[in-house]
């Protein structure tokens, strides 16, 4: 297969503002279908013409590039690279016939006039120019992915006014609610030593105020999802946010007493629940000597039996 081929339409997809997943060699090779250019080919001879997804774009990369893809790549295709393409302005979709039904199995896909007018510069001293005005006509999917997963992102500010962006879930929305609503309410001003992301495990740790607290951390150790340092009360909270899994029963507890057995300050349990739902489906796991939040009523703590609180 000519790899130089691919290279070049990858380098294009790149440089047009594609995001890395529409880079790779499937991208590359449906660019080259769609701008028809042969394995020896200069990209000036690019040209637009209309092709379905198996007997045009499929057929083409077979009899040029020698790459024979199963039927059922069909979707892949249409899922995962033309779709995309037609977001960012790469391909037009149904160009010849606007009317046809998504499922139509006439559905076709041609090079844009815009991309097609940008391919043409490329190997040439235009290229950055032809790049920059694509994007600044059609935008950059990059940007526009990037600033959707952004407007997606659950912010929370720690006590110290440092904002944190967790990734968008339940679990993480309701470890913001532990920052925002349980930490002002029942450690007021604790520092944040530990907050943990469903996509990045550890998105803060101050490992080095952890070790003063002779608490050592290894990549086996699982720590509990956020941990609290109370300097008023000189306690630590080990906190378990639960939305499908995870609360601190008593296995949970043997360990998290291991993990944390040289540290010199009190220790309190806690897993917090999003609301009362959820924390009756775990109601007779919890551990004794632990404490309960439950977001949807913040003022309240249940106490297994423990007073840890009770000073308050």
């Known amino acids: 297969m000519p790899k130089n081929k691919i290279r070049e339409a990858q380098k294009i997809l790149k440089d047009l503002g594609l995001p890395a997943e529409q880079q790779n060699a499937m991208s590359a090779l449906t660019l080259l279908a769609l701008t028809s250019i042969g394995r020896g080919d200069d990209w000036k001879k690019a040209y637009r013409k209309s092709l379905t997804i198996t007997k045009g774009i499929m057929t083409f990369i077979e009899k040029e590039y020698k790459k024979k893809y199963a039927p059922n790549t069909r979707e892949t295709f249409r899922r995962h690279v033309l779709h995309q393409f037609v977001q960012a302005g790469i ?181 917090a629940f999003p609301d009362f739902a959820t924390f009756r489906k775990y109601i007779k796991e919890i551990a004794w000597e632990t404490e309960v939040w439950i977001a949807e009523i913040p003022d309240h703590i249940i106490h297994y039996n423990g007073d840890k609180f009770l000073s308050l």
């Open 91 to 271: 391909a037009d979709f149904n160009p010849d016939n606007p009317e046809l039904p998504t499922n139509s199995p006439n559905a076709h896909y041609a090079i844009s006039e815009a991309a097609l007018k940008a391919v043409f510069a490329y190997g040439t001293n235009e290229w950055k120019e032809a790049c920059r005005n694509f994007k600044a006509s059609k935008g950059s999917l990059l940007e526009i992915y990037s600033n959707k997963r952004e407007s997606m992102l659950v912010p929370v500010t720690c006590a110290n006014g440092r904002e944190l962006k967790l990734s968008p879930g339940k679990h993480n929305e309701l470890q913001a609610a532990v920052i925002k609503e349980f930490a002002p309410r029942f450690a007021k001003g604790a520092r944040l030593l530990y907050l943990g992301d469903t996509i990045k495990k550890n998105l803060y740790l101050e490992s080095g105020q952890l070790e003063k607290l002779n608490v050592s951390i290894t990549e086996h150790d699982k720590l509990p999802d956020i941990i609290l340092y109370d300097t008023t009360r000189n306690r630590l909270l080990l906190i378990e946010a639960v939305t499908s899994h995870g609360p601190v029963t008593p296995k949970r507890l043997v360990e998290l007493k291991e993990m944390f057995s040289k540290c010199p300050l009190k220790t309190i349990f806690i897993t």
